[in-house]
């Protein structure tokens, strides 16, 4: 590697004319004052190896040049002969030894302000210039020879992003970021492209497979028209053949009706109404004297129920106010004890500070009068030889005079690091003694708080097993009367049963009539939902009849239009009221999610039994209920696993989907068949007014027992006062464990700090003798220099007279200084216990006080519970009388309530015959005239929607289409709201042409099937509407394109063009990935074999630089990669640990650490590419005096440097120094060379 031998100047910034500078040697130094011209040639350097004039401090290149100045002596208009007069010319040659071979840089300015370049005298371009550099490893854009001036530190606080393109100019990626960026952005268009015509591909892909499926749909949509048409003949010649049957059917029936004895059922049932009113009115007497005394209790009930919460609050807080008292009190005593014993420690630290200051001023004294006794005084003659004679002495032992002044300086040093050591020690004993006293406190305070909590502790056990005896006991009683209210609902259930026997079974007659009339006249009727599905086990009864609930006595009908016939017919004969389920509309979804969810549940539907032709019906009245086992079970599926159903138990318990939870229901179909006799019901009624009594006494019980929101109340008061004594005792223990651990911190510390006290002193005491020996030959040069002096002076030598020159001041300053110490330390000590007296005696007065409103708040509280029990016994007996008087007007209001049930019993029996009679005669000619109906309607919509019939006789375009429609065809298409609106009046004869006219048609049935003769008309019938619905349902999903076979060739052709295109751009993809690739591997490799290489390098340069005999290994720096995948698009992070530092970012370092972690950063750099020279300006500005000295090491064993420098202790290692100065005549920076080898030893 070669190396730069000198530099000429010719007309450079502050250099006037021609200047030679150098030799350059491996270590050279730049020194010289401010403003001398040093930093100018810095920029002379970095100008002739390339460096922007924007980097060197100027705007343009013409601010380069020597600018002419007035000369002393001169006229203001004259200037020099290198100024402006020779035309504003400059340039800089750098000479360079490359292995022998003398190679000249030299870069000039021209009149016209633009560069010059030129090797070996001979003109070249600036790229060319630049290769030449380079290949001399001198790279100007990332200026890997210089640092500027103030820009050390920059370098390490630069992002990581500055870093990482600061590496891939030293290593050389950076070159290939254009070819990088091309090859990316032509691979990211060919995958564009290639997806592009992928996904045109796949759309025309997507297209012909949509019109072969568009072919294939027409295709089905053909067929299925077909199979509809024919499907829809056969169901209307079916619907045709179970009209005309029914009509036969009808008329045998008619003939067979008989009428009854109207008139006498008529008076035998005004007769029981009459009855009934009369019973009505006294039980309506009898019920509002219950109501009425039910309200005063009531109201009575209230009032205990807004004072008991009240009661408990105040013996609550009588109870913590009593143990208040008692803490406040327990407190009182402490803090007395507290002000007593903080009053002796204050009266101790006044005692000790006043012995302190005594010894001072005794201190003081007897020095006012040694000085006074050995006070020495020269003549300024003597002290004037003692300077000259000193002088002469410096200058011949020079050497052993500076190894004293460092060996005192040592001595310095060396004597605080020990005092400070020795002050820590004492400080910590200090400290160890204060904290012992401070446990023994605390200890004590644990031992009390340790005694409330086992205080509270036993409270709140005893709370507790007072809450639990009161649960118990309540339970008991919840229990009883539980047991109470449950066998009086069943007396009460068998009593409504007995009064609601005879009332039940004539409803369910009415309705068996009603359904049986309804399967007559209606062939779509299946029947009531009850008998349609029954439950497989008999233990699955009651939880069944609950599901289905109001739906049991529904009737299923095939279809809306039959139910809307069915309510029609209702109306007209006044029946009474049902509820219809037509299958073809009613929407229900399946159960199979509840099937396998709970263990011990399963839907309502698999335990029925049904024809899976009403499944829709059965699946609409379960809802998706759950049967479940037990209560437990229906609440896991409803609260844990939050199903969205109903669940029923086996008892009929219900948890409804909104979470309510409502009681059993008992199955009543064997009890509906009882025959109930007057000595069993008044048994029952007995045996209620026993349990009524029985309720009373156990209610007055429960009263007595506190609430549980008043053993809750008492409870969390008590794990209150609990959980704060719990809460001061783990304070105090983390308090003394905390306390335990600082002193065992100290006592660790105490035991480091000695032997470090005992290293001090040794190392001391070595300085000391080293000071002595070179004090010692010191003494010895001096003795014959200073013979003459100390005769004349009567001393007998130098080392007596520095004696009496230099008394022992320092001695007494150190001792002021231990005095000044030890009163500020008592002081603050004092100034803190005191503090600590007076809040001491502050709490002591405000627990006094505290006390006091206490107690009077403790009388009041006991006043007003006492007038709150007194007011609660009074009303507690009033509602006792209450309730006494309460059970006799219930009794008789029972005994009336029976005597209505007989009333209404005869009464319902008489109005049920008359129904019967009255009823039965209209029904058989509304069956006949419906059957005729609903043949005419057929056949109407035959010939509307052109179904083609076979016919024996007749012929539909016979059928009027402009007839009124009757009664029953209108239902078949009104809504059953508009239906219900119709009067009879808007539907009447009109429609006797079109029923004439139908029974003059005759179908033909030839080509009905034998089964659908033969078969359950509604079974048949809905079996032809489901195929017709499914087919038309089928047919409406297609819609089938007509165009699809002609559309379906074109396709097929564009497709295969588009796979052409596809295969193209796939290939560009590939070839451009590939491409990319390899130029994303080659500037990887460039840029981590750089990265590789620096991140070795500056741990080993920092290591170099923080060394010390202290810390020999020195301190820690490392570099990390953000990305390491694509290293170069990320950021570098540096970081630098200094010696015995923890961790922390390059911004938070000081400025001189900052400055060590740059330097190594360019030092490891340099490293890679080591330039044939390094520049450094000023970079030891920010370095104490051992860092310099550690870089001065540095760059003495790594030398190939030029460094500016301010410091003596750099510069004074240098091999060579340059010395700037200024020359003021001239007006010019001029320079001085110093070969500092030729003084080396």
Same mark, same amino acid.
């Given at each position: 590697?070669?190396?730069?031998?000198?530099?000429?100047?010719?007309?450079?910034?502050?250099?006037?004319?021609?200047?030679?500078?150098?030799?350059?040697?491996?270590?050279?130094?730049?020194?010289?004052?401010?403003?001398?011209?040093?930093?100018?040639?810095?920029? !002379?350097?970095?100008?002739?190896?390339?460096?922007?004039?924007?980097?060197?401090?100027?705007?343009?290149?013409?601010?380069?040049?020597?600018?002419?100045?007035?000369?002393?002596?001169?006229?203001?208009?004259?200037?020099?002969?290198?100024?402006? *007069?020779?035309?504003?010319? !400059?340039?800089?040659?750098?000479?360079?030894?490359?292995?022998?071979?003398?190679?000249?840089?030299?870069?000039?300015?021209?009149?016209?302000?633009?560069?010059?370049?030129?090797?070996?005298?001979?003109?070249?371009?600036?790229?060319?210039?630049?290769?030449?550099?380079?290949?001399?490893?001198?790279?100007?854009?990332?200026?890997?020879?210089?640092?500027?001036?103030?820009?050390?530190?920059?370098?390490? !606080?630069?992002?990581?992003?500055?870093?990482?393109?600061?590496?891939?100019?030293?290593?050389?990626?950076?070159?290939?970021?254009?070819?990088?960026?091309?090859?990316?952005?032509?691979?990211?268009?060919?995958?564009?492209?290639?997806?592009?015509?992928?996904?045109?591909?796949?759309?025309?892909?997507?297209?012909?497979?949509?019109?072969?499926?568009?072919?294939?749909?027409?295709?089905?949509?053909?067929?299925?028209?077909?199979?509809?048409?024919?499907?829809?003949?056969?169901?209307?010649?079916?619907?045709?053949?179970?009209?005309?049957?029914?009509?036969?059917?009808?008329?045998?029936?008619?003939?067979?009706?008989?009428?009854?004895?109207?008139?006498?059922?008529?008076? *035998?049932?005004?007769?029981?109404?009459?009855?009934?009113?009369?019973?009505?009115?006294?039980?309506?007497? @009898?019920?509002?004297?219950?109501?009425?005394?039910?309200?005063?209790?009531?109201?009575?009930?209230?009032?205990?129920?807004?004072?008991?919460?009240?009661?408990?609050?105040?013996?609550?807080?009588?109870?913590?106010?009593?143990?208040?008292?008692?803490?406040?009190?327990?407190?009182?005593?402490?803090?007395?004890?507290?002000?007593?014993?903080?009053?002796?420690?204050?009266?101790?630290?006044?005692?000790?500070?006043?012995?302190?200051?005594?010894?001072?001023?005794?201190?003081?004294?007897?020095?006012?009068?040694?000085?006074?006794?050995?006070?020495?005084?020269?003549?300024?003659?003597?002290?004037?030889?003692?300077?000259?004679?000193?002088?002469?002495?410096?200058?011949? #032992?020079?050497?052993?005079?500076?190894?004293?002044?460092?060996?005192?300086?040592?001595?310095?040093?060396?004597?605080?690091?020990?005092?400070?050591?020795?002050?820590?020690?004492?400080?910590?004993?200090?400290?160890?003694?204060?904290?012992?006293?401070?446990?023994?406190?605390?200890?004590?305070?644990?031992?009390?708080?340790?005694?409330?909590?086992?205080?509270?502790?036993?409270?709140?056990?005893?709370?507790?097993?007072?809450?639990?005896?009161?649960?118990?006991?309540?339970?008991?009683?919840?229990?009883?009367?539980?047991?109470?209210? =449950?066998?009086?609902?069943?007396?009460?259930?068998?009593?409504?049963?007995?009064?609601?026997?005879?009332?039940?079974?004539?409803?369910?007659?009415?309705?068996?009539?009603?359904?049986?009339?309804?399967?007559?006249?209606?062939?779509?009727?299946?029947?009531?939902?009850?008998?349609?599905?029954?439950?497989?086990?008999?233990?699955?009864?009651?939880?069944?009849?609950?599901?289905?609930?109001?739906?049991?006595?529904?009737?299923?009908?095939?279809? *809306?239009?039959?139910?809307?016939?069915?309510?029609?017919?209702?109306?007209?004969?006044?029946?009474?009221?049902?509820?219809?389920?037509?299958?073809?509309?009613?929407?229900?979804?399946?159960?199979?999610?509840?099937?396998?969810?709970?263990?011990?549940?399963?839907?309502?539907? +698999?335990?029925?039994?049904?024809?899976?032709?009403?499944?829709?019906?059965?699946?609409?009245?379960?809802?998706?209920?759950?049967?479940?086992?037990?209560?437990?079970?229906?609440?896991?599926? #409803?609260?844990?696993?939050?199903?969205?159903?109903?669940?029923?138990?086996?008892?009929?318990?219900?948890?409804?989907?909104?979470?309510?939870?409502?009681?059993?229901?008992?199955?009543?179909?064997?009890?509906?068949?009882?025959?109930?006799?007057?000595?069993?019901?008044?048994?029952?009624?007995?045996?209620?007014?026993?349990?009524? =009594?029985?309720?009373?006494?156990?209610?007055?019980?429960?009263?007595?027992? @506190?609430?549980?929101?008043?053993?809750?109340?008492?409870?969390?008061?008590?794990?209150?006062?609990?959980?704060?004594?719990? =809460?001061?005792?783990?304070?105090?223990?983390?308090?003394?464990?905390? @306390?335990?651990?600082?002193?065992?911190?100290?006592?660790? /510390?105490?035991?480091?700090?000695?032997?470090?006290?005992?290293?001090?002193?040794?190392?001391?005491?070595?300085?000391?003798?080293?000071?002595?020996?070179?004090?010692?030959?010191?003494? /010895?040069?001096?003795?014959?220099?200073?013979?003459?002096?100390?005769?004349?002076?009567?001393?007998?030598?130098?080392?007596?007279?520095?004696?009496?020159?230099?008394?022992?001041?320092?001695?007494?300053?150190?001792?002021?200084?231990?005095?000044?110490?030890?009163?500020?330390?008592?002081?603050?000590?004092?100034?803190?216990?005191?503090?600590?007296?007076?809040?001491?005696?502050?709490?002591?007065?405000?627990?006094?006080?505290?006390?006091?409103?206490?107690?009077?708040?403790?009388?009041?509280?006991?006043?007003?519970?006492?007038?709150?029990?007194?007011?609660?016994?009074?009303?507690?007996?009033?509602?006792?009388?209450?309730?006494?008087?309460?059970?006799?007007?219930? /009794?008789?209001?029972?005994?009336?309530?029976?005597?209505?049930?007989?009333?209404?019993?005869?009464?319902?029996?008489?109005?049920?015959?008359?129904?019967?009679?009255?009823?039965?005669?209209?029904?058989?000619?509304?069956?006949?005239?419906?059957?005729?109906?609903?043949?005419?309607?057929?056949?109407?919509? #035959?010939?509307?929607?052109?179904?083609?019939?076979?016919?024996?006789?007749?012929?539909?375009?016979?059928?009027?289409?402009?007839?009124?429609?009757?009664?029953?065809?209108?239902?078949?298409?009104?809504?059953?709201?508009?239906?219900?609106?119709?009067?009879?009046?808007?539907?009447?004869?009109?429609?006797?042409?079109?029923?004439?006219?139908?029974?003059?048609?005759?179908?033909?049935?030839?080509?009905?099937?034998?089964?659908?003769?033969?078969?359950?008309?509604?079974?048949?019938?809905?079996?032809?509407?489901?195929?017709?619905?499914?087919?038309?349902?089928?047919?409406?999903?297609?819609?089938?394109?007509?165009?699809?076979?002609?559309?379906?060739?074109?396709?097929?052709?564009?497709?295969?063009?588009?796979?052409?295109?596809?295969?193209?751009?796939?290939?560009?993809?590939?070839?451009?990935?590939?491409?990319?690739?390899?130029?994303?591997?080659?500037?990887?490799?460039?840029?981590?074999?750089?990265?590789?290489?620096?991140?070795?390098?500056? +741990?080993?340069?920092?290591?170099?630089?923080?060394?010390?005999?202290?810390?020999?290994?020195?301190?820690?720096?490392?570099?990390?990669?953000?990305?390491?995948?694509?290293?170069?698009?990320?950021?570098?992070?540096?970081?630098?640990?200094?010696?015995?530092?923890?961790?922390? +970012?390059?911004?938070?370092?000081?400025?001189?650490?900052?400055?060590?972690?740059?330097?190594?950063?360019?030092?490891?750099?340099?490293?890679?590419?080591?330039?044939?020279?390094?520049?450094?300006?000023?970079?030891?500005?920010?370095?104490?005096?051992?860092?310099?000295?550690?870089? !001065?090491?540095?760059?003495?064993?790594?030398?190939?440097?030029?460094?500016?420098?301010?410091?003596?202790?750099?510069?004074?290692?240098?091999?060579?120094?340059?010395?700037?100065?200024? +020359?003021?005549?001239?007006?010019?920076?001029?320079?001085?060379?110093?070969?500092?080898?030729?003084?080396?030893?």
């Amino acid at each position: 590697m070669g190396r730069l031998v000198q530099l000429e100047l010719e007309n450079f910034k502050s250099y006037r004319g021609h200047q030679v500078i150098g030799p350059f040697t491996s270590f050279t130094a730049v020194v010289g004052p401010n403003g001398a011209g040093k930093s100018n040639l810095m920029d !002379a350097i970095s100008f002739v190896l390339g460096v922007r004039s924007t980097h060197l401090r100027s705007s343009q290149l013409k601010d380069l040049v020597y600018r002419g100045r007035a000369v002393k002596g001169q006229s203001e208009g004259a200037v020099d002969e290198a100024g402006d *007069q020779r035309g504003r010319r !400059a340039w800089v040659r750098a000479v360079y030894d490359d292995g022998g071979r003398t190679v000249t840089f030299q870069r000039s300015i021209g009149d016209n302000g633009e560069s010059e370049y030129r090797i070996n005298n001979r003109v070249v371009s600036l790229s060319t210039y630049n290769q030449a550099l380079e290949a001399q490893n001198i790279l100007v854009k990332a200026k890997n020879f210089l640092v500027f001036q103030g820009d050390v530190e920059a370098v390490a !606080a630069q992002s990581p992003k500055d870093l990482t393109r600061l590496i891939e100019q030293i290593s050389g990626s950076w070159e290939l970021q254009h070819e990088y960026s091309a090859h990316e952005r032509r691979q990211d268009a060919a995958a564009e492209r290639s997806t592009f015509a992928y996904n045109k591909k796949r759309a025309v892909a997507a297209e012909v497979q949509s019109i072969v499926e568009q072919k294939k749909e027409l295709d089905t949509y053909e067929s299925k028209l077909q199979q509809r048409t024919k499907l829809t003949e056969l169901h209307m010649l079916h619907r045709l053949f179970v009209a005309e049957s029914r009509i036969d059917a009808i008329k045998q029936e008619a003939e067979a009706l008989d009428g009854g004895t109207i008139a006498q059922a008529t008076e *035998q049932r005004a007769e029981a109404d009459a009855s009934l009113q009369s019973q009505k009115k006294t039980q309506a007497r @009898a019920y509002k004297a219950v109501s009425r005394q039910e309200r005063q209790i009531k109201l009575v009930e209230h009032k205990i129920e807004t004072r008991q919460p009240r009661l408990v609050g105040l013996g609550e807080r009588v109870t913590y106010a009593q143990r208040r008292r008692e803490q406040i009190e327990e407190n009182m005593e402490r803090a007395q004890e507290d002000v007593v014993r903080q009053r002796e420690v204050v009266v101790g630290i006044e005692q000790e500070r006043g012995r302190v200051a005594e010894a001072e001023k005794t201190f003081e004294s007897c020095q006012v009068g040694a000085a006074l006794e050995t006070g020495v005084q020269h003549s300024e003659e003597t002290m004037s030889e003692f300077e000259r004679l000193s002088e002469q002495l410096r200058s011949e #032992c020079a050497e052993d005079m500076h190894a004293r002044d460092t060996q005192d300086q040592q001595i310095r040093l060396l004597g605080e690091a020990a005092k400070r050591a020795a002050d820590r020690l004492a400080s910590q004993q200090s400290q160890l003694v204060g904290l012992a006293a401070s446990e023994h406190a605390g200890e004590q305070q644990r031992q009390r708080a340790a005694a409330d909590v086992a205080a509270a502790e036993a409270a709140l056990q005893q709370v507790r097993r007072d809450g639990d005896a009161a649960r118990a006991e309540r339970g008991r009683l919840e229990r009883v009367e539980a047991e109470l209210h =449950e066998k009086l609902a069943g007396v009460l259930a068998q009593l409504a049963q007995a009064r609601a026997d005879q009332r039940e079974s004539a409803r369910e007659a009415r309705l068996r009539d009603m359904v049986a009339a309804l399967q007559r006249v209606f062939p779509g009727v299946h029947g009531r939902l009850a008998e349609l599905c029954r439950p497989t086990q008999r233990k699955y009864d009651v939880s069944v009849a609950t599901v289905l609930g109001r739906h049991m006595d529904a009737i299923v009908v095939d279809r *809306q239009t039959t139910a809307l016939e069915c309510i029609r017919h209702i109306k007209e004969q006044r029946a009474g009221q049902a509820t219809f389920l037509p299958l073809d509309t009613l929407k229900a979804s399946s159960s199979d999610r509840l099937r396998h969810a709970v263990r011990g549940a399963r839907p309502a539907t +698999d335990v029925l039994q049904y024809d899976t032709g009403i499944e829709a019906a059965v699946l609409h009245a379960c809802g998706g209920a759950l049967i479940c086992d037990s209560l437990d079970a229906a609440k896991h599926a #409803c609260y844990e696993l939050r199903l969205e159903a109903k669940a029923v138990t086996l008892d009929g318990s219900v948890i409804h989907r909104s979470g309510l939870i409502t009681g059993g229901a008992d199955s009543r179909g064997g009890q509906r068949a009882q025959a109930w006799e007057s000595a069993a019901v008044d048994e029952l009624r007995r045996a209620r007014d026993r349990m009524a =009594e029985e309720l009373q006494v156990v209610a007055r019980a429960r009263r007595g027992l @506190a609430s549980e929101e008043v053993l809750s109340a008492q409870l969390a008061g008590q794990q209150a006062r609990h959980r704060v004594a719990r =809460e001061v005792l783990e304070a105090l223990d983390r308090k003394l464990q905390g @306390a335990a651990t600082e002193r065992k911190h100290l006592e660790r /510390s105490v035991a480091e700090c000695i032997p470090a006290v005992a290293h001090a002193e040794t190392e001391l005491e070595h300085a000391t003798e080293a000071r002595a020996a070179a004090a010692a030959r010191i003494y /010895s040069a001096a003795r014959p220099l200073f013979a003459t002096f100390c005769r004349s002076l009567g001393i007998a030598d130098l080392e007596a007279f520095e004696r009496q020159l230099l008394p022992a001041a320092e001695a007494v300053e150190e001792r002021r200084m231990q005095f000044r110490t030890q009163l500020a330390r008592l002081d603050s000590q004092l100034a803190f216990e005191r503090q600590q007296l007076d809040e001491a005696v502050a709490k002591l007065a405000r627990l006094t006080q505290t006390l006091a409103d206490t107690r009077a708040s403790l009388a009041e509280m006991q006043a007003a519970l006492s007038s709150e029990q007194i007011e609660m016994a009074a009303l507690v007996a009033q509602l006792d009388a209450l309730r006494g008087e309460l059970a006799s007007l219930s /009794s008789k209001y029972g005994a009336a309530s029976e005597d209505v049930h007989a009333a209404r019993q005869t009464l319902e029996h008489g109005r049920r015959e008359l129904d019967t009679l009255s009823k039965s005669l209209a029904a058989k000619a509304a069956e006949l005239e419906r059957a005729r109906a609903e043949k005419a309607a057929v056949l109407r919509k #035959c010939k509307i929607e052109d179904i083609t019939v076979p016919l024996q006789r007749g012929s539909l375009q016979a059928l009027p289409l402009d007839a009124a429609i009757s009664s029953t065809t209108a239902g078949t298409r009104l809504a059953e709201s508009e239906f219900s609106q119709l009067s009879l009046g808007d539907t009447q004869v009109s429609s006797a042409s079109l029923d004439a006219a139908a029974d003059e048609i005759v179908p033909d049935y030839t080509a009905l099937p034998h089964h659908a003769r033969t078969g359950v008309p509604a079974t048949v019938d809905q079996k032809y509407s489901e195929d017709i619905a499914r087919l038309s349902v089928e047919i409406d999903a297609l819609n089938p394109n007509p165009h699809a076979r002609e559309r379906l060739d074109a396709a097929r052709e564009r497709l295969r063009e588009i796979e052409s295109e596809h295969n193209a751009a796939r290939q560009e993809a590939r070839d451009a990935k590939t491409a990319f690739h390899a130029v994303r591997m080659r500037r990887h490799d460039v840029f981590m074999r750089c990265y590789n290489h620096l991140a070795t390098a500056i +741990d080993q340069a920092y290591k170099a630089l923080t060394q010390s005999p202290l810390f020999p290994l020195g301190g820690t720096a490392y570099l990390a990669l953000e990305d390491p995948e694509s290293p170069y698009l990320a950021g570098v992070k540096y970081h630098a640990m200094p010696p015995l530092k923890r961790f922390r +970012d390059m911004d938070q370092l000081s400025g001189g650490e900052k400055t060590v972690a740059a330097l190594a950063l360019l030092f490891a750099l340099q490293t890679f590419r080591p330039a044939p020279f390094f520049v450094l300006d000023e970079v030891d500005a920010a370095l104490d005096l051992a860092n310099v000295a550690k870089l !001065a090491n540095f760059l003495r064993e790594n030398a190939r440097f030029i460094v500016i420098s301010l410091k003596q202790a750099l510069f004074e290692r240098a091999q060579s120094l340059v010395g700037i100065y200024r +020359d003021q005549s001239q007006n010019s920076s001029r320079v001085l060379t110093l070969d500092l080898e030729q003084f080396s030893t």
